[in-house]
């Protein structure tokens, strides 16, 4: 065998087995994929303008610092002033009760599914959380999220909104 | 003559007067008295008077006048001396005491009869005596303590023998008992304490090294702690009796470890709220101080009922110098 024939053959078997790597890592970068199904979303648009809690339980996985890792934590808010534009769809965060590095980064709504992101700052580090959910009633939401932060932890659990 | 030959001549003549008389001015001349004897023969006080008298020629510029007189007294001697015509005079006595030779000098400036030099050796061989003329002829050389003219071939047996100590006691002490945190400590109510050390116990004193370890007493409590003391102690004892109290305290090495419940927030606006254990550790000098009371002081294995108050000097959860109180029943075997 010529020794160009077999550089590329040790070529293609390091991509190879990169993609073999990376194929079993990758699929899920997104665990809202599974969730997010037509079904779910009938029934009529809420109208998110006003003053939300978000109540939930979660886990948190993965933390660089070992006393955030935990199966089961709970979740609360302060009343949060929602601000939705029916004409362009953004949704933003109104005046908040407390001192916080707060805002609403991206938000979509489909009938009566709601998917937003939030991401806070505390200190030197950011927690996102990805919402989605849907619309029990005009003042009611329930669903599951994902968070990442901080000290890299990963997040999931259920949420429910009230009004 | 020539001139040269006259020169030559007067320049000898001139230089043996200025070394004779040179000569004489350095040795001044001393008195040399026979030595007082108590159970030793006069034939050997005799060569130690002249091994002494040898040595002291050797090591400075002196000349000796004898006389076969024996003196007890510095007055006695001086007299003896100015007899003589002597600056000062040697005089002593060498003594056997049970198996030892001891051997007194002293030496009287007599124009003025004050003691100038009074120096004391023992030895338990007779055929030292030649080490302690050397010894004793330095010391006045050289106006040093006899002690100090030890050198390499005039060390005597006597100097040579492990000094008598004073003996103590010791022995393996275990202990065990509960410990009280004060402060900087995970909130436990009672720990548990138990310590290995081995006790020196002399008379009035006692130290040794003990090394423990601390626990708490609850294995279900929420709140922990383990700590190790590696110390070395001292205590002063007062009494010789079955019940004899004492005082002290000592110093080491400690090693901490800490877990904590703690509630746990994340957020402000939305906030994760859970339990978790918060666990901290370090090392750090720890200091200690004890009374005590030593029980059947009087029989090889004792007890003692201690309490220590304890300072680790660290930082756990952000709390500097853990306290601490120990009160522990030991028993030293």
Known sequence: MKRSTQLMAIVVAVFGGICAIGCTIDPDLDPFDDLYTPDQCTGT???????????????????????????????????????????????????????????????VIDRACVEFTTVEGVGDQTIEYRWKGSAKSDNFLE????????????????????? | MSTFS????????????????????????????DFGVRNI?????????????????????????????VCADKRCAAEEGNKLGAEATVYGSIAALGEKLIVNVEI?????????????????????????????????????????????????TDESKVETRRQGFGGVALGVGAMTPVTGYATVPLGVAIDVAYWYEASKFAVGPRVGVRFQADPNGEDHY?????????????????????????????????????TILTGSVIQTTHEADLDDQAWGLGT??????????????????????????????????????TMMINTHF
């Open chain 2, 108 to 156: 009287v400036d007599n124009a003025n009869g004050n003691i100038v030099r009074s120096e004391r050796m023992g030895v338990t061989k007779i055929e030292e005596l030649d080490l302690v003329a050397a010894r004793l002829a330095k010391a006045i050389a050289t106006n040093q303590e006899v002690r100090d003219t030890a050198e390499l071939g005039l060390v005597t």
């Open chain 1, 45 to 107: 648009t809420p109208d998110l303008n006003g003053t939300w809690e978000i109540t939930g339980t979660g886990k948190r996985s993965e933390c660089r610092q070992d006393f955030l890792n935990t199966d089961k934590f709970t979740l609360s808010s302060v009343k949060i002033p929602l601000v939705y534009d029916a004409d362009t769809g953004e949704l933003s965060v109104g005046n908040l009760q407390v001192n916080s590095n707060f805002q609403v980064k991206s938000a």
């Open chain 2, 288 to 325: 200690y101080v004890r009374a005590g009371v030593l029980l059947f002081r009087t029989y090889t294995v004792r007890v003692s009922l201690t309490v220590d108050y304890n300072v680790a000097w660290m930082k756990l959860h952000d709390e500097f110098a853990q306290q601490s109180l």
């Open chain 2, 6 to 33: 006259k020169f030559a001549g007067a320049f000898i003549a001139l230089m043996a007067v200025a070394f004779s008389s040179n000569a004489f001015a350095q040795e001044p001349t001393w008195a040399m008295l």
């Open chain 2, 226 to 262: 383990i700590e190790v003391p590696m110390d070395l102690g001292a205590y002063y004892i007062f009494g010789l009796g079955d019940f004899a109290p004492f005082v002290g305290g000592g110093a080491g090495l400690r090693y901490i470890t800490d877990t904590r419940r703690s």
């Open chain 2, 41 to 69: 023969s006069v034939d050997d006080a005799a060569t130690f008077r002249d091994l002494l008298q040898t040595e002291i020629s050797k090591q400075r510029e002196v000349q000796f006048v004898r006389a076969a007189v």
């Open chain 1, 143 to 163: 669903g599951e999220f994902t968070g990442l932060g901080p000290s890299g932890c990963d997040t999931v659990g259920n949420f429910s909104m009230s009004r």
